[in-house]
């Protein structure tokens, strides 16, 4: 079975400029690059976000889902839910409202996805074919 991966939670500065935003790529970009990479950025303490934000949000979510994997945001600050919103970009990302419950989300769908792979009875086609 495979062994769970890191998830990795990034807090994301409070100004998210077009300077702000290469800085920040720069930091993600080697968790980016894994394999399957599971990206939560929190966005509490983010007071301006402009389209150069926007970008690399959306970047980063083209990337990770390149690689098979994903990135959520959580803890979104008012002044950033409402840039998302008004640039039509929230409903592209699944928004927590704490990192903790954007990290757990990665984990959540493994166990029931085994588990339903254990409990599976084979169908009576299988059964043939396997005979």
Known sequence: METSRPVVVKRMPSRVN???AREFLREVQPFLK??????????????QLDSAGVDVLLHCM???????GDLKLAALS????????????????????TSTDAARSFTS?????????ITRRPTV???????
């Open 18 to 20: 077009q300077e702000q």
């Open 125 to 131: 086609e299988e059964e043939r074919t396997a005979a």
């Open 62 to 68: 083209t990337e990770a889902v390149r690689r098979d």
């Open 109 to 117: 769908f493994l166990p029931n996805f085994v588990r339903n792979q």
């Open 34 to 47: 894994s394999d399957r990479p599971q990206l939560v950025f929190d966005l509490s303490q983010v007071k």
């Open 78 to 97: 008012p002044e950033s839910a409402i840039i998302l919103e008004i640039t039509r970009t929230a409903r592209l990302f699944e928004i927590y409202d």
